[in-house]
Nanobody
Framework: QVPLEESGGGLVQAGGSLRLSCAAS????????IGWFRQAPGKEREGVSG????????YYADSVKGRFTISRDNAKNTVYLQMNSLKPEDTAVYYC?????????????????????WGKGTLVTVSS
């Protein structure tokens, strides 16, 4: 059983929107910070957004601030990433992860082996 499963990816034109979902199985998301990360072909994985477990603080990469919104629905054991005004440079595989999120300067940072659970990813393709 995959602990986290992403959904909602797909092909969209520039300027369009998608909402990604991250659903947990076998554990409760309430107690975990959740991060969204992405990896484009030939590039390193990078932090996109995160939300804390304690007070719901949210964090965003500069490249998505004002366009993406992270939220969590603990009753559904799911975290969402609403992505608006999508750009071709947003094309990537998007992963959600649960665990001790690293935040630097208000921005989520990918740390190898830093999170406890990962999903398998969902592909987002933005055409120009």
């Amino acid at each position: 059983q995959v602990p986290l499963e992403e959904s909602g990816g797909g092909l969209v034109q520039a300027g369009g929107s998608l909402r990604l979902s991250c659903a947990a199985s076998g554990f409760t998301l309430d107690y975990y910070a959740i991060g969204w990360f992405r990896q484009a072909p030939g590039k390193e994985r990078e932090g996109v957004s995160g939300i804390s477990s304690s007070d719901g603080s949210t964090y965003y990469a500069d490249s998505v601030k004002g366009r993406f919104t992270i939220s969590r629905d603990n009753a559904k054991n799911t975290v969402y990433l609403q992505m608006n005004s999508l750009k071709p440079e947003d094309t990537a595989v998007y992963y959600c992860a649960a665990g001790p999120l690293t935040v630097i300067g208000g921005r989520p940072v990918f740390v190898d082996h830093g999170m406890d659970y990962w999903g398998k990813g969902t592909l987002v393709t933005v055409s120009s």
